[in-house]
C-alpha cells in the first residue's frame, strides 16, 4: 500500500491529523494496535482549550463538542477547607475552557473518519518502522495472519507513551527528559450530578483531590494515592469516603455518590522527547511528551502539535515549501516546555510530596493564600490553564 502520510496511532493526535490532513486532499493511513471499540472506550482527558476547540471546528468535528460541551470560566481551589474561585475569564481577557470528554472527540473524529471512507487499520500488531532518513520510509505490521507494507512520503509517530515511535529513534539521536512522581491519580468515572459547576481543585493533608465532569449528569472525580497503591485495594465505597474527606463541608454535603462506570490508577509523570523530527518521522502528542494531569494540558498540546504540523504538511505538499517541516520540533517544544512548567509546578503546589512534610504544607498554603489574594498570580495561573497563546515567546 501506498500513501503520502503514514500516521501510527489512532488516538485524539493521529485521528485529528488525518482529518486534517484529508481536508487539505493529503492522502493519509492509520495504523493503529488496539481495536476500534478498546480506542473508544478509553476514558481520559476532559478539558479543551479554545485552540483545540478550534482546530475540531477546523477538521469539520467541532459540531457536537459546541452543543453539549460546557464552557467553563473559572475554577475553583480548595485549600485549609475554604474554596476560593479564579476567574479564567476575567483573569485572561476573556477566555474559557469547554469541559468535553476526550472520549467524545475520539467517537467525533472516528465516525466522521468513517464516514469519509478513510483507512484506519486497526489491530495491527508488531508495528515497524524503516528508513526514517531514506526519501521513501515504510511502516510494517501484521494483520490477518500476514505480513504488509505501507510505503509513504512522511511517517508521523501519534502512538504515545507505549508507542513504537520514539522508540524507532536510535537512543544516541533522542534527549529523553523525564520525571516519575511519587503518586498517582485514582479515578472514578459516575453517572452522578457534579458536586460544584466548576472545577475543584483541593489540597488537603490527606493529598490532592479533583472534583471534575464530563456533562451535567455524569462526574469524574480523582483522589492522589501513592505510586504503589494497588487498584484491588480499593472499592466505591471506601473512594467516596476518601472523597468525603477531603473536601469543604459544603461539598461535602452535596455530593451525589453512585456505582462507578470506570474506576483506575494513573500514574503521574512528566516526559518531553527532543527533538520530535528525525528524518522523515515526526513525534506528535504523547509520543513525544507527557504532562501530569492537573492542569488538563495532555489532550489540548497533542492537539497544538497536531495544529502545527498539519500546516507545515500542507505548506510542503501544497505549497512545496520545507520551512514548516523544518521549523515543526523548535515551534512545538517552545509551547510543549511551558506547559510541561505550568503542569510541574500545578501538580507540585497541589498534591502531598512524602518528602517535604508539614513544611511543605505550609508552604503550598502560602503560595496558594498568596495566589488568590493577588491578583498577578491569579493572571499567571489563569493565562496558562486556558492556554496560552501560540507562538509566544
Ligand atoms: C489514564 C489517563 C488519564 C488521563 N487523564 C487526562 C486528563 O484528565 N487531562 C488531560 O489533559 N490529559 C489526560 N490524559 C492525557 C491525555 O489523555 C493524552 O495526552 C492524550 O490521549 C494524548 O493523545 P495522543 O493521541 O497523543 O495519544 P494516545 O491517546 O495515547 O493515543 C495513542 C494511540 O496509539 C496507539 N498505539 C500505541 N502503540 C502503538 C503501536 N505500537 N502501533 C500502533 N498504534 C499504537 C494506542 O492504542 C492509542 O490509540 C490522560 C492519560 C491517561 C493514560
Redesign the pocket.
Known sequence: MRTQVAI????????LLGQLLFKAGIDNVI????SGA??LG??????LEQTTLDLLDQAGVGQRAHAEGLPHDGIELLFKGARHRIDLHALSGGKRVTVYG?TGVTRDLMETRAAEGLTTLYE?RN?SLHDLDGASPRVR?ERDGATQQIDCDFIIG????????HRSVPAQALQIYERVYPFG?L?VLADVPPVSHELIYANTDRGFALC?MRSTTRS?YYVQVSADDKLERWNDGLFWDELRRRLDPEARERLVTGPPLEM?I?PLRSFVAEPMRLGRLFL????AH??P?T????????AS?VGVLYEALAEHYLGKSTAGIDGYSARCLRRVWKAERFSWWFTSLMHRFPETGEFGQKIQEAELDYLVQSRAAAASLAENYVGLPFDQH
Open positions: 501510527v496511532g489512532a488516538g485524539p493526535a493521529g485521528l495504523v493503529e494496535r488496539q478498546h480506542v478509553r476514558i481520559r482527558a476532559g478539558v476526550q495491527a508495528v505490521y501519534c502512538d504515545g507513551y507505549h508507542g513504537v515511535s491519580w479515578g471534575s469524574r483506575s494513573a506528535a502528542g504523547d509520543a507527557i504532562v494531569p492542569g488538563a494540558k495532555g489532550l489540548n498540546l497533542a502539535d
